[in-house]
């Protein structure tokens, strides 16, 4: 099994800044891509940016230029910084992952979500 283990979430004003963390754990032998999606209420969950074992990265047009993805491959972890955050960044942020274990069989896991809610 795979565990996600999601930080950083909170409050923040808008114009503010917050930075995410995800670390993965368990039986993992290769990480792939790392993703951060996020769902607001009574809107389906939504891509907001990626990363691949190479570095390669995509962003939702809703967040360039303002939100940054990166990892670090030697902890399994990836984060997300955001600035210049708006009160429509409003959601629940999922950290999700997909690699092999050490049977390499492909896993693909779940975060259990941090509330982010850019309000004045």
């Known amino acids: 099994q795979v565990q996600l283990v999601e930080s950083g979430g909170g409050l923040v004003q808008p114009g503010g800044s917050l930075r995410l963390s995800c670390a993965a754990s368990g039986n993992i032998f290769s990480i792939y891509t790392m993703s951060w999606y996020r769902q607001a209420p009574g809107k389906q969950r939504e891509l907001v940016a990626a990363i691949t074992s190479g570095g390669n990265t995509n962003y939702a047009d809703s967040v360039k230029g303002r939100f940054t993805i990166s990892r670090d491959n030697a902890k399994n972890t990836v984060y997300l910084q955001m600035t210049s955050l708006k009160p429509e960044d409003t959601a629940v942020y999922y950290c999700?992952?997909?690699?092999?274990?050490?049977?390499?069989?492909?896993?693909?896991?779940w975060g259990q979500g941090t509330q982010v809610t850019v309000s004045s």
């Open positions: 999700y992952t997909q690699g092999s274990d050490y049977a390499r069989r492909d896993f693909g896991s």
